[in-house]
């Protein structure tokens, strides 16, 4: 994805795995609105957000689409079950290469104050 506008803060070949997950977008049924936001420009406006902290109300329009929306496509994709999706697909393709190691790995842990 390095080619695209939006390389330098969504991984290499991160939004093609993501392209396919997305649910189609709602066609309204009585018509006139604007054309719908690039899927792209939104992922990578909700990836910035989700990798610097920013909040949501500070997101610049400099992504292509507007705080709400990127905000409302966010609120639209999270049930529909993506984010899970893309990190099952990432680590099953990581897996594939051998560079998962579950050696280590922590399944659950709680802090409980002792009496």
Same mark, same amino acid.
């Given at each position: 994805?390095?080619?695209?506008? &939006?390389? &330098?803060?969504?991984?290499?070949?991160? &939004? #093609?795995?993501?392209?396919?997950?997305?649910?189609?977008?709602?066609?309204?049924?009585?018509?006139?609105?604007?054309?719908?936001?690039?899927? #792209?420009?939104?992922?990578?406006? $909700? $990836?910035?957000?989700?990798?610097?902290?920013?909040? &949501?109300?500070?997101?610049?329009?400099?992504?292509?689409?507007?705080?709400?929306?990127?905000?409302?496509?966010?609120?639209? %994709?999270?049930?529909?079950?993506? %984010?899970?999706?893309?990190?099952?697909?990432?680590?099953?393709?990581?897996?594939?290469?051998?560079?998962?190691?579950?050696?280590?790995?922590?399944?659950?842990?709680?802090?409980?104050?002792?009496?």
């Amino acid at each position: 994805m390095r080619s695209s506008r &939006w390389g &330098w803060i969504v991984p290499d070949g991160l &939004w #093609e795995l993501a392209r396919p997950l997305l649910p189609p977008a709602r066609v309204r049924p009585q018509g006139g609105a604007v054309a719908n936001i690039d899927d #792209e420009a939104v992922f990578a406006a $909700i $990836i910035y957000v989700l990798v610097s902290g920013c909040a &949501w109300r500070a997101l610049r329009r400099a992504s292509g689409a507007s705080k709400s929306t990127v905000r409302r496509r966010f609120g639209i %994709w999270s049930p529909a079950g993506v %984010w899970g999706r893309l990190h099952q697909t990432v680590l099953q393709l990581l897996d594939g290469r051998d560079l998962v190691d579950l050696s280590r790995a922590v399944l659950d842990s709680a802090h409980v104050r002792g009496k």
